[in-house]
């Protein structure tokens, strides 16, 4: 049994990774974070014209129709530039929703602008996955209020895909939401608390009376999240061995050193048995369906503690220097602890493995 990737899969990867490292440098991560614009068009369009947008979108609809194995190893592509692009929302969590629940004229409206890069979506689920102080979003006659923190990709999108306390999904337009930015540690992203008050909203049929659609939405997330903390936590080793073959001290590079050695050994070998969990993971969406919550919620909460482990290792590799702005090493390290958090805690997602297997 062949348990690597395909030909297909690697050339995707290659693909992705290649136009990602030549025009996602250090320097527009740094632009876009100054700035506060979290989306760059530019970089967008070109990963759509690679047919990223359209990833798990079906050929019907102008899509690739490809399968959540690649949607994670674009994440994973992702993750080692923190590109500042809506992907996880608007090209997987979106139409994955509007394929498991939309209407056909909700599919046929959205689907194709989707698959063609011409339409960001925000999605507001995670009230589901670890609520604060908020009463969540209630709906009535297709009519939203109250709030919903921490929609993902909210800032600059067209629509936003919102669950309420039910468990049903709605879309809404931007244009009826009150948005309020969320600043948070990861400054490459845009977080935002949607307000609704009477908001109309149109159902996804196939999200009422269910929360399976909502749930499956959420492991998706979780799976893409663990992706996107794999890479930045390659990118942070990668960098750290580089650094530890150049830096000198005592006439010596530091990588010599044994201590040096050991950190970065560590790392490796903390991250290497990640990558087949992440990978699994996604595989089992649709070879083993049966298994794949577990594994989604294993994934996003082993990477959580890994990420954490090398981001600490890779920051103290690079000495006094990890800290510094020069570097940009705190961009990889800010979008590892906010994957951390996002759509639940370690401790919040293993409750929910548990309960997946009847625990």
Request: charged share 20%.
């Amino acid at each position: 049994m062949d348990f690597a990737l395909s030909e297909q899969q690697r050339m995707l990867t290659d693909s992705v990774a290649g136009y990602l490292t030549a025009n996602c440098p250090l320097d527009l991560i740094r632009q876009t974070a100054e700035s506060g614009e979290t989306h760059n068009p530019a970089l967008a369009q070109g990963l759509a014209e690679l047919g990223v947008s359209g990833l798990v979108i079906p050929e019907d609809f102008g899509g690739v129709g490809l399968g959540y194995l690649e949607a994670a190893l674009v994440a994973e592509c992702i993750g080692s530039v923190v590109a500042p692009v809506t992907y996880l929302a608007t090209s997987v969590l979106a139409p994955s929703a509007l394929l498991s629940a939309g209407s056909d004229e909700q599919q046929q409206a959205w689907l194709p602008r989707i698959a063609a890069g011409e339409v960001s979506i925000g999605v507001a689920v995670s009230e589901h996955s670890g609520r604060r102080d908020s009463d969540g979003v209630t709906a009535r006659n297709e009519q939203l209020t109250g709030s919903a923190m921490f929609a993902f990709d909210a800032i600059g999108a067209d629509a936003y895909l919102v669950a309420d306390n039910a468990g049903a999904l709605y879309l809404v337009e931007t244009s009826a939401t009150d948005v309020v930015h969320l600043h948070t540690i990861d400054r490459t992203r845009g977080f935002a608390r949607l307000n609704f008050e009477g908001t109309p909203a149109e159902v996804l049929p196939g999200s009422v009376d269910t929360k399976e659609v909502l749930q499956n939405i959420i492991d998706i997330g979780r799976l893409l999240l663990a992706a996107e903390t794999l890479g930045a936590c390659q990118k942070m080793l990668d960098d750290s061995v580089a650094y530890a073959k150049e830096r000198k001290q005592f006439n010596r590079v530091i990588g010599s050193f044994q201590a040096v050695k050991h950190m970065c050994a560590e790392m490796a070998a903390e991250l290497e048995p990640c990558r087949a969990m992440v990978w699994y993971a996604a595989h089992s969406r649709e070879a083993a369906p049966d298994e794949a919550r577990m594994m989604a919620c294993h994934a996003k909460a082993h990477l959580a503690e890994v990420g954490k482990f090398v981001a600490r290792t890779a920051t103290e590799v690079h000495g006094g220097m990890g800290m510094t702005d020069l570097l940009g090493l705190h961009y990889w390290f800010k979008r590892i602890g906010m994957n951390r958090q996002l759509l639940g805690t370690p401790e919040r997602v293993r409750e929910d493995a548990a309960l997946a297997q009847g625990w």
